[in-house]
């Protein structure tokens, strides 16, 4: 898929002003500091569509980009550690379940996770609480240039073996790297196939 245009449109502080549900969206989120917004202006191929930040927590709306002007982008606010007031994390949190189980356009939820780490808590338990509530999501491991091979074999070896422990089988998965452009064209393509669905409805 060739990304001709990529437009910010809006950003929402809750679900009801998102734009209307009437194309095909496709949302990213993970943990602060997982690498998120590096990998939309890679995927989108801008620089900075999304806003990189040092400080993890940048993103504190849900954030629409219309691509091709056939389906929306979507940039969630992180989950875990961000340097915010207890508060805030809770409408966050409420912001996104919200948002993920009431979205009707919805088609899949990009969750990202840190290829240098080996499977963490609040990860797992955000993926299982995707299933419990048939949210169809793919595992985007980022970062990937950041590990030996050997090591990035192990880590995503451990993700698969506590999924598989619940799991009948494992979701799409993902292995990126937003500095050697990894990963860009599977996503895309993963894209394009299921965006077909949405228009053949």
């Not at 338990?125 to 491991?141: I, S, W």
Request: charged letters at 20%; hydrophobic letters at 35%; one cysteine or more.
């Amino acid at each position: 898929m060739l990304i001709s245009s990529a437009d910010f449109v809006k950003s929402s502080s809750i679900v009801s002003q998102c734009p209307p549900p009437d194309k095909p969206e496709y949302a990213f989120i993970g943990r602060s500091n997982v690498g998120k917004s590096s990998l939309i202006n890679m995927i989108t191929d801008r620089r900075s569509l999304a806003k990189t930040s040092v400080n993890p927590g940048k993103t504190q709306t849900i954030n629409h980009f219309l691509i091709n002007d056939k389906w929306y982008l979507v940039d969630l606010p992180g989950y875990g550690y961000a340097k915010v007031s207890h508060k805030i994390r809770e409408h966050w949190g409420k912001l996104i379940t919200y948002y993920i189980r009431n979205r009707s356009n919805l088609i899949t939820l990009f969750v990202l996770l840190d290829a240098r780490h080996e499977p963490i808590a609040s990860d797992i338990d955000f993926m299982n609480n995707l299933g419990l509530n048939q949210v169809p999501f793919a595992r985007v491991f980022t970062k990937s240039d950041k590990v030996s091979s050997s090591e990035l074999e192990s880590n995503i070896s451990a993700h698969d073996k506590l999924m598989l422990e619940s799991w009948e089988t494992l979701p799409p998965t993902f292995i990126t790297s937003s500095v050697k452009r990894k990963g860009r064209e599977e996503l895309l393509e993963y894209i394009n196939s299921t965006l077909m669905v949405f228009y053949h409805h």
